[in-house]
C-alpha cells in the first residue's frame, strides 16, 4: 500500500494558488489528479516531491481544466 502523500505549506500553497482560476466546481478532481500525478513520480523516483516538481506538475494539469473566459467585444478593438 503506498504512502499517502504528505506536502509542506509550501507546496500547499503553491498547489491552492494553481488551484484558484479552475472553477471551484473542477478544483476537487484538480488536486485529485496533481495528487495522483505527484505520487506516481515518487514512486518512480522513491522521493518525495518538492516546491518546483508540485508547480510544474500541478501546471501541466491545470491546463486540463482551465477554461479561459471568453471576452466580448471591446469599445479599443481594431478593425
Do not use: C, N, W
Not at 16 to 38: T, Y
Not at 58 to 77: A, H, I, N, T, W
Amino acid at each position: 500500500m503506498p504512502t499517502p502523500l504528505h506536502l509542506s505549506d509550501e507546496e500547499m500553497d503553491v498547489l491552492l494558488e494553481l488551484a484558484r482560476p479552475i472553477d471551484q466546481r473542477q478544483r476537487d478532481q484538480f488536486l485529485h489528479e496533481v495528487a495522483a500525478e505527484l505520487e506516481a513520480a515518487a514512486v518512480q523516483t522513491g522521493i518525495g516531491p518538492g516546491p518546483g516538481q508540485v508547480h510544474r506538475v500541478g501546471r501541466v494539469v491545470q491546463r486540463r481544466f482551465f477554461d479561459p473566459p471568453e471576452l466580448g467585444e471591446s469599445k479599443y478593438r481594431r478593425p
